[in-house]
Structures are given as structure tokens and as C-alpha cells.
């Protein structure tokens, strides 16, 4: 549930970017943060492992300006992917307003998208939260890997949760923005409801 | 007869459409008879043996085709047939070692250690502890770094009663954790431990160690007693008594345990030193010198004779009539000998560090220049400090007095690399006056802050080459007491100073503490300030001093949690702590979660600039969106200080206040918002519905009612305050 601060008139949107191992969360973040005009984004803090794995979370804050008087700011967020570190996972959730799932389209991460994905729900479950009513999006990432899965294939291996799919080449910015927008667009939706 | 190869795959694959699986399973089969080798035809079969429920037939094909596809190098293709065989028995510890086998062969060792995981759950649970305890020794060899699975790994052998085995592992936990800095950590685990060992002696006395170097000498003689009540020879622990009565400053009880060691062994000049300690502390000058004398003969028998003349110069020192000594030394040094002088130094030729070992430069030169230094840090002016304080250094080298003050100039300024070139230059000047042990624990303390540190590396292996195996023991063994009044211990977050025992001598730390707060007072920086009196206050409860000067910079008792130590916090927060047990992967996530904060924490403070100001509030936001209540506070104070940011952080500081039900506080950060300079009306009005709600919440109608007036005067839109003052006045009308 999006934090209001009415004596700061501030309302702090919290984005999660979810899925497995070197799926391409941090590229995302880092794309956006690249590409965003200083007026509307805050720094990006990121801390890698030695082996470039993201350590506890990536952190974007960025401004979407005004909405009745109250800064909107909406606070984007990585999970560490790798299996073991599935506390961390569950901290970070606390407290989402809607996650952006990448999937990662190579053949050989078909299983791990659908633990990443089940971990996901599981770990949802823990604050009383599903998806939906969560708004969520889905990003198929490397669709330019040699042996990416078709999106059919890998939708099914996530058990087909019905939620808009994006296509994405991370480090290229394709298909970036646009599952944020979307996602973006749904969770005020619901602020403003 | 030959059999047509692709009519029996189109009779299977019309059987399968239909459902009839055994007959689909009965046409593959007779393929495989033709070539056994044809793994499509195999893997077809060990999915058919799953749905018609022949389950272990199903695995064993799987485990076939799976180890193939491994022998060939094709671990990607190994690792879904082991998937597929785990989906027809996922209870099987052996598929999911297998898994993590391959995992860990293609590099993924995240991964790996996930499968590994499962597998020790189940053999946990199936009673097989001795293969959990191999595969948990296969993941450590994955991941060195990991100590929760060292925990895990000493957990079982504790289990299983296998002592040796666990004290070697424990023996890796104490060398890693203390390695890392993190003995608070380390205290937990050991604690549990005890608790699990039914206090064992071997962890009894590693728990022992610890509350001394953690300096709750306290704890650490209730643990000894438990200790020597069973086993009154233990001479660890009776060792470990006499530092520890030393440092409480109990010198009768620390002489008696120090005699009965001494009887054991007259020759040990551990126990020798520190018998002359306690007789200089107590005044007795018949028993120092006794003392010294013993010293003088045992290094005698050993052949060094500097070391026998100098400690018989300390017994004429002591005893300027003494008649052994004399002879010792002979007529003429016995003239050059100086009358004992009480308070002075130890007299010529005798190298004990006194804390101004200065070089050339005359003490009145270099008296001058730290209190020109010390002046400069009063008023901030630190650069001008350190300059000063390396000319002195320039003047006296081996000045340690100088050093420590350049050292902790670097440590107050985040200077680490400055921070350990002192420390080095310390313990080399202790090294080469033979203070083997300071020098030792200067090296240790090195090491913490910069954990490759190849000088201090070598200098320990030098000094201590049994320290890399037993770093606790030979800690165990250092009781230094000199002239500074001050014993300098180590401590996670630095140095710890423990008053000595010296009558009613007001002890230098806390003069010095209490001037550090002073010093950030006076520069405005009230948190440091505060977090300087709160380290004092543990040190000194007593002190009035610093309740005083606690009470004046506005803190209260119940606002402690500004400063909690994380690892609680974080272990709170996810409803675990490591003295409930390591029971279950859970728990072992959690002790990692617990390492990744710290991580992240130290991580981000070394690059973000105290003056980024903004992002020291966006992490506080992250944190308080995660629940890290207490590292959100923390933030949101730093980012107050710049005057753009004040008034948001303080009302996020009162947020989070509020979430913690500590509503004085909450209201005192909301004044602070609402005194911001630069407030508009429409800000004003916000943060005073804020304090309005905030009174009404605590049932002061009177003061909420006020709020709410102001704020609506200010600005009558504000958020509900018509309905909320209609309401009151009824409220109140019913009284």
C-alpha cells in the first residue's frame, strides 16, 4: 500500500521488479535511471556482489510529479534473483503497489522464471497480497537471446496469469518503459480510487 | 523380426492421444530393446512410467539418462531430467543433491546451494545427519563465505555429539565473524551453542573469551564460575578470571587467581607482569618489586641478559635498597640508578611506553603542539589539526601519543586509509619496544577495518603464527596494564576504552568522551554528540556527566532506539533471532539476510556523501518501506540537516515514530518540521493537523482541538479539519 505523508504531501509508490538470477532486473533500472531527465529522478543506489549480483536491492526513487497537491514519487526496486537469498526477496515486498515480473526468454531459465514466479506468489501470500488484484505486468527480457522461448511457452510455464506482457531487449531500452508506464498507469488507478 | 521403428512412435503417440499409456509404455519399450541407447525413447518411457504411477521406474530412468547427458558434458540437459525425475519423488535427497551437482557444474551457485538446501532438509528430517553433514561440508567448499552454513554444519555435529568436529567448525565461525568485525554476531551463535552444548566446556570457554573482548567482564565471570565450579584447574578460564577481575578493577580477586597461577608456573612472565600491575595498582612497592625481582631471574635463566638488568633496575626502583638487585647490577650502574619519584616516568634506559615516547623534540615542544591540535579539532578546524599533528609526528615519530591522535582524527573523519597507516605506525612502534601484545591487538584491530591488509597479516603470523587457528585463545592472553590509566580493547566499530583500575583517578576516556561530544556539540552535530554519550553511558553508567549532557542535547531514555544495533532489528523484524535455535532453512536465510544488511549498510555508507542529503532521505523512505524502522530514523536525521530537506524528513521521522508507538517522540519531530525556516502556510497547516490527529490519538482533546484550529486558520482546506474540530467540539461537549 503506497505510503501517504500528508505533512510532507508526498505519496511513495513502491514498484518491485521481480524474477530469477540475471534476468535483467538491474539492467532495467539502470536504463531508466540513464535515460530519465535529472528533474525527475533521485540517485540510483545499486551494491553488486563481487560476481555483479545484485546485493539486498537496487533503489531508483523518481518523481512523477503532482497529483491534488501531493508529490508523487514512485520508488523503483530490484530483488536479489538468486534462490538462496529469498528473505531479502520477502523484505523488499513489503509494502508493494505493483510489480513489474521479467522473465528471462532463454531456454535454459524456463524452469527458473517459474520458481521466480512461484517464489513470487509464495512470498506475496506472506503480506495477504495476490495478483491480481496486484497490478502486475509481465517482461519477457532477451528476446534477442539465440535460444529464446517463444512468449507462449514461457507464459505457460508461469501458469498463464493473464497479465499484460511486454517484450523486452534490456540493455537496448527496448521495452523498457513501457511495461513501467503501464503498470504505472494501473497503480494510480487505484490511488486515485 | 525386424520392427519398424517409426510405426511403433506413431502407434505410442496414438496410444498416449487416447490414454492408454501402458500400451504407449509397451511400443516404446520394445524400442529401447532394439537400441538401449536412445535417450528421446528412454526419457518418453520415464514420463509415461509417471503418469501410469511407476514412480521409482520413472526415477531410475531419469537418474540414468540425467548422469549420460553429465558423463557428455551437458549439464543444462542433466539438470531438466533431474527436475523431471524430482516431479515423480521429491522427497529424495540424492535427486536434489544431484541437481545442485549440476548447478553447481554450470557455475549457477546460487542455484546449486538452493537444491543442496532441500536435500539437507529432507536428510535432516529423515534422521541421516551424517550425510547432511557431508553435503553442508560440499556447499561450505561452494561457498567459504557462507556462515550460516557453518552454523548449520556445527549444528550437526553438535547433534550427533561429535565435540572435535564441532569445535574445529566453531574454531572457522570464530575466525571468520572476528575476521568480519562482527563479534556481536558471533556472541549470539556462541550463546546458542551453549545453550544446545548443555554448556560444554570447549564453547563455554570461546563464550568466556568473547564477553571479554566484548568487555562484559561481568558476564564473562558468571560463565568462569559456572566454568571452575566444575573444574577448578581449567587454566583458560582462571586466566580469563584474572583479566577480567583486572579490568573491573577487583585487584584482590585478580592477586589471588594471578598467585595461584603463578605457583603453578614461577617462571611465567605473563603472570609475573601482571602480578607487578596489581602491586603497583594497589600501592604495594615490597610486592612490585618481588615481582620484578622473579622477572629478573627468569629472564636471566633464559639467557637475556638486557631484560634481567632492566627488571632489576625496576626493582631498585621499587626498592632502592634492595640488596639482590645491587649485586646483580654491581656498583657502579646501582650509583646511575635515579631515586623512585611516584607518578614519574620509569627512568633512563627504560623503554615501557608511558604514552610519550617522544623522540629529539623536548616534551614541553610537543605538550605545546597537541594542545594546539587539540584546539584546532575543538573548533573543526581539522585540517589544521592533522597538519599539526604530522609535523609532530615528523618531530617525534615514535611519539604513540601523537599517532593515536592523528588515528582517530582519520577514524572521526572516515578516513580509513589514513586510520590504518596510524594503526600500522603504532604497532610497529610497540613492536620494536617489545609490547609484543599491543602491538599484536593493533595489528588484529587492522585487520578489521581492512581485512587484507598484508602488513598486518604478516605481522600477526609473525607475532602469533598459531593466532590464524586460534585467534580467541591468543587473545586470551593479554592483560596490559600501564601508566595511561586506559586499556585499549577491541570492539566491533572500533576501539573501546576500558578504565583501569587506579583508585579515584577519573578515568581519561571518559574526560576524552566527553570532550569528543562536547566537540560535535559545539559544530551542531547533535546525533554524533548523542551517539558519543550513549557510548559512554554504556561504558559509565554511573557518570552523571553524561546523563547530563545526554538530558541537555534532549534525549530520553526511551529514544534509544536510534541507535539499536541492526542485527536485532533485522532479526526482530522477520520474527527470528538466533537464540531461538538454528532450526530449519529459515532460520539459516534469515542469519544470511542478516549479513546482506550489514553489507549493504556498510557498502552504502562508504560511497554516499553525508551531504547527499537527498538520497540519505530516498534510503530512509526504502527503509521504512521495508519495515527497517530504526535505519529509516537514522536516514531521515542526516537528510534534516539540510534546510530544503528538514521539513519533509522530520514529518517522515514523525511517521515512522508514530508507527512505533512512540508518540513523544512523534510529536517532537512534528514541532521540529513545523519550526523549518521557509515553511509556507499551507506546510504549516499539514504538519499541525498531523500534531492535531497525533494528540487526539494519545486522548488530549484539549491540545488536538488547538491544533486543529491553528491549522484550519492557516489554511481551511487542509485535509477534513471542519469535520475533525465539529467532532471535538461534540466530543468535548459530552465531556
Known amino acids: 500500500m503506497a505510503f501517504v505523508n500528508y505533512s510532507s504531501r508526498e505519496i511513495n509508490v513502491k514498484i518491485v521488479y521481480y524474477g530469477p538470477g540475471l534476468c535483467g532486473k538491474t539492467t532495467n533500472l539502470r536504463y531508466l535511471y540513464d535515460r530519465a531527465p535529472d528533474r525527475l529522478k533521485g540517485r540510483m543506489i545499486s551494491l553488486a556482489t563481487e560476481t555483479e549480483r545484485t546485493l539486498f536491492f537496487d533503489f531508483l526513487p523518481m518523481n512523477l510529479g503532482k497529483i491534488k497537491g501531493f508529490n508523487v514519487r514512485f520508488h523503483l526496486y530490484t530483488v536479489p534473483g538468486q534462490v538462496f537469498y529469498g528473505a531479502s526477496r520477502k523484505l523488499i515486498l513489503k509494502g508493494v503497489d505493483g510489480v513489474v515480473f521479467v522473465a528471462d526468454s532463454q531456454a535454459l531459465r524456463l524452469d527458473a522464471n517459474a520458481e521466480s514466479w512461484e517464489d513470487l506468489r509464495r512470498n506475496l501470500e506472506n503480506y495477504n497480497l495476490s495478483i491480481p488484484p496486484l497490478p502486475a505486468v509481465i517482461q519477457y527480457n532477451k528476446r534477442d537471446a539465440p535460444d529464446a522461448l517463444p512468449v507462449p511457452v514461457i507464459r505457460k510455464a508461469l501458469g498463464d496469469p493473464g497479465l499484460p506482457e511486454f517484450e523486452s531487449v534490456a540493455p537496448d531500452g527496448i521495452g523498457v518503459f513501457e511495461p513501467l508506464k503501464h503498470l504505472a498507469r494501473d497503480v494510480l488507478n487505484i490511488l486515485r480510487r | ?735
Open chain 2, 1 to 735: 523380426m525386424a520392427i519398424d521403428r517409426d510405426k511403433v512412435a506413431r502407434n505410442a503417440l496414438r496410444y498416449i492421444q487416447k490414454g492408454q499409456f501402458h500400451k504407449a509404455i509397451g511400443e516404446y519399450e520394445k524400442v529401447l530393446k532394439l537400441d538401449p541407447r536412445d535417450i528421446r525413447v528412454r526419457l518418453k518411457l520415464a514420463d509415461l512410467y509417471g503418469r501410469v504411477g511407476r514412480k521409482r521406474e520413472a526415477v531410475d530412468v531419469c537418474v540414468a539418462v540425467a548422469e549420460t547427458y553429465a558423463e557428455q558434458g551437458f549439464y543444462v540437459k542433466a539438470i531438466a531430467v533431474y527436475k523431471q525425475a524430482l516431479r515423480n519423488d521429491p522427497e529424495s535427497p540424492s535427486l536434489w543433491r544431484n541437481l545442485g551437482e549440476m548447478y553447481a557444474k554450470h557455475q549457477l551457485v546460487g542455484d546449486a546451494l538452493g537444491a543442496f538446501k532441500h536435500a539437507v532438509d529432507l536428510l535432516r528430517d529423515q534422521g541421516l545427519n551424517a550425510d547432511a553433514e557431508d553435503l553442508l561440508a560440499r556447499m561450505e567448499s561452494l561457498a567459504p563465505d557462507n556462515v550460516a552454513i557453518k552454523v548449520h554444519l556445527a549444528e550437526l555435529f553438535l547433534e550427533d555429539g561429535r565435540y572435535d568436529a564441532f569445535d574445529e567448525v566453531l574454531g572457522k565461525i570464530v575466525l571468520q565473524l572476528r575476521g568480519e568485525g562482527r563479534s556481536r554476531k558471533l556472541l549470539k551463535a556462541i550463546s546458542t551453542f551453549y545453550e544446545k552444548s548443555n554448556h560444554h566446556p570447549s564453547v563455554r570457554n570461546r563464550l568466556a573469551e568473547l564477553y571479554v573482548d566484548l568487555g562484559e567482564e561481568g558476564r564473562a565471570l558468571e560463565v568462569i564460575a559456572e566454568g571452575l565450579a566444575e573444574d577448578p584447574d581449567d587454566r583458560d578460564l582462571r586466566l580469563l578470571a584474572l583479566r577480567s577481575h583486572l579490568v573491573l578493577g577487583q585487584l584482590e580477586d585478580a592477586r589471588r587467581i594471578a598467585l595461584g597461577l603463578y605457583e603453578e608456573d614461577p617462571e611465567d612472565l605473563f603472570l609475573l607482569e601482571q602480578l607487578a600491575a596489581i602491586a603497583q595498582a594497589r600501592g604495594d612497592d615490597r610486592e612490585l618489586a618481588s615481582a620484578y625481582r622473579s622477572m629478573a631471574k627468569a629472564y636471566g635463566h633464559k639467557g637475556l641478559s638486557d631484560k634481567e638488568e632492566l627488571y632489576y633496575r625496576k626493582v631498585l626502583e621499587a626498592e632502592p635498597g634492595d640488596a639482590e638487585a645491587r649485586l646483580a647490577l654491581g656498583d657502579v650502574i646501582v650509583d646511575t640508578v635515579p631515586e623512585p619519584v611516584g607518578g614519574e616516568d620509569w627512568g633512563d634506559g627504560v623503554t615501557e611506553w608511558d604514552g610519550s615516547a617522544a623522540g629529539p623534540a623536548s616534551r614541553d615542544e610537543i605538550e605545546e603542539g597537541l594542545l594546539e591540535a587539540e584546539l584546532y579539532l575543538k573548533y573543526g578546524i581539522e585540517e589544521k589539526a592533522e597538519a599539526k599533528l604530522r609535523e609532530l609526528t615528523e618531530l617525534a615519530p615514535d611519539d604513540v601519543l601523537i599517532r593515536q591522535k592523528l588515528r582517530d582524527l582519520y577514524k572521526r573523519g572516515g578516513n580509513r586509509q589514513g586510520w590504518v597507516r596510524e594503526q600500522l605506525h603504532i604497532a610497529d612502534i610497540f613492536v620494536r619496544s617489545n609490547r609484543e601484545n599491543e602491538a599484536l591487538r593493533a595489528y588484529q584491530s587492522i585487520l578489521e577495518v581492512d581485512p587484507g591488509n598484508a602488513e598486518a597479516i604478516k605481522a600477526i603470523q609473525y607475532l602469533k603464527p598459531d593466532l590464524v587457528h586460534t585467534p580467541a585463545a591468543a587473545d586470551a592472553i593479554e592483560i596490559p596494564i600501564d601508566g595511561s590509566m586506559v586499556e585499549f580493547v577491541d570492539e566491533e566499530g572500533g576501539e573501546r576504552a576500558v578504565p583501569v583500575p587506579a583508585g579515584d583517578v577519573p578515568p581519561d576516556a571518559l574526560r576524552d568522551g566527553l570532550a569528543e561530544a562536547e566537540f560535535y556539540e559545539a559544530r551542531g552535530m547533535t546525533d554524533e554528540a548523542v551517539q558519543t554519550l550513549l557510548e559512554l553511558r554504556d561504558r559509565y553508567p554511573d557518570s552523571s556527566h553524561v546523563t547530563a549532557r545526554l538530558e541537555r542535547l534532549g534525549w530520553q531514555k526511551e529514544g534509544d532506539g536510534g541507535f539499536v544495533d541492526l542485527q536485532a532489528e533485522v532479526l526482530d523484524t522477520a520474527g527470528l533471532s538466533l537464540a531461538q535455535g538454528f532450526e530449519g532453512f529459515q532460520d539459516f536465510e534469515v542469519s544470511e539476510l542478516d549479513d546482506i544488511v550489514s553489507e549493504f549498510k556498510s557498502g552504502i555508507a562508504e560511497r554516499l556523501e553525508e551531504g547527499d542529503f537527498e538520497t540519505h532521505y530516498n534510503l530512509g523512505v526504502a527503509y521504512r518501506e521495508m519495515g527497517l524502522l530504526d535505519d529509516a530514523i537514522q536516514e531521515f536525521r542526516v537528510s534534516a540537516r539540510s534546510p530544503e530537506k528538514a521539513r519533509d524528513a522530520y514529518a517522515s521521522m514523525a511517521q515512522v515514530y508514530r508507527e512505533q508507538s512512540r508518540w513523544d517522540d512523534a510529536r517532537a519531530a512534528l514541532r521540529q518540521a513545523l519550526g523549518v525556516p521557509g515553511n509556507t502556510d499551507e506546510d504549516r497547516a499539514a504538519v499541525l493537523y498531523e500534531l492535531g490527529d497525533l494528540a487526539e490519538e494519545a486522548g488530549d482533546w484539549d491540545e488536538a482541538f488547538q491544533n486543529f484550529e491553528k491549522a484550519a486558520a492557516l489554511d481551511p482546506g487542509v485535509r477534513d479539519v471542519g469535520g475533525r474540530l465539529r467532532k471535538l467540539q461534540t466530543s468535548r461537549a459530552r465531556g
